[in-house]
């Protein structure tokens, strides 16, 4: 019931304003200063220098080019760091959950949900191997890639017998669990630790 | 009218997109090689204490409690 005067709802504004909605890249960024304020500070206080707001910090976002740019700007981060931030390459290949999604410059703008899996970084010849936990992964019409996940880990670091261990344990668990919640905890154990065993093989 | 749109297994069992996101990341860090592993959970653990209130004042507070984020 809900669904559909949602549905009508946003036909009838639809139909009202048939321009779509810009994208965040799209718009222009928010003036860095209020010039009402910066003149009014001036008068009272002449020697000192106005206070700058959070916005005058920010690096505006770069437009979307009228042309597919050559390289993808890439931002990979961690909770607790910044594994690539702004870095351009040439191709990412990122775990999504509908399978393997590559972005390359110019993708369409997505915003992707990530499963357990294997992120890759191509540039020129290197590839860069991750293990990814979970996370998502925004692309913006200007070809930058935001990329967020709670653990991610070069693949080197990864100890094959712990991950045998772990998959032996949950799928013994999976066998014996019993409420919807315990299955629910031993299945997921069963993907990460698939996904770990095929990304130190592949 | 319910929706029946496909949920993923974690949801349809009760558990939130952020618990499912956590016990992916305990599982990960649990599989590394050992001065990563060590680092990793070290990284992760949460220092609290915790009191329980009794009449408006708080009773002793439980030896700190260092905890793994797992849930």
């Known amino acids: 019931m809900f669904r559909q005067a949602t549905a009508r709802l946003l036909s009838r504004s639809a139909a009202a304003r048939p321009k779509a909605r810009p994208f965040s890249t799209d718009l222009e960024s928010a003036p860095a200063a209020d010039q009402a304020f910066v003149d009014a500070w001036k008068k009272v206080a002449p020697n000192m220098d106005p206070p700058k707001t959070p916005l005058s910090f920010m690096k505006p976002r770069p437009p979307t080019p009228s042309s597919i740019p050559s390289k993808l700007t890439v931002n990979f981060s961690l909770p607790y760091a910044s594994e690539l931030s702004g870095k351009e390459v040439d191709m990412v290949i990122v775990p999504a959950t509908t399978g393997q999604m590559g972005i390359l410059p110019g993708h369409v703008p997505t915003i992707a949900e990530l499963k357990p899996g294997l992120m890759t970084v191509h540039e020129g010849n290197d590839v860069q191997k991750y293990f990814v936990s979970s996370g998502f992964a925004l692309v913006h019409a200007n070809s930058y890639a935001d990329i967020i996940a709670v653990e991610a880990v070069p693949v080197n670091r990864i100890d094959p017998n712990l991950v045998q261990k772990g998959l032996a344990e949950f799928t013994q668990k999976l066998n014996s669990a019993s409420t919807d919640l315990e299955k629910a905890e031993a299945q997921i154990g069963v993907d990460v630790h698939s996904a770990l065993s095929s990304a130190l093989s592949g | ?71």
Do not use: Q
Not at chain 2, 1 to 27: D, E, H, K, Q
Not at chain 2, 37 to 43: G, L, N, Q, V
């Open chain 2, 1 to 71: 009218m319910s929706s029946t749109a496909a949920v993923p297994f974690w949801r349809a069992a009760g558990m939130t997109y952020i618990s499912y996101s956590n016990i992916c990341a305990n599982l990960v860090r649990n599989c590394l090689k050992e001065p990563h592993k060590s680092e990793a959970i070290s990284r992760e653990k949460v220092h609290f204490s915790l009191s329980k209130w009794v009449d408006g004042k708080p009773e002793k507070p439980n030896c700190h409690v260092y905890k793994l984020s797992c849930f």
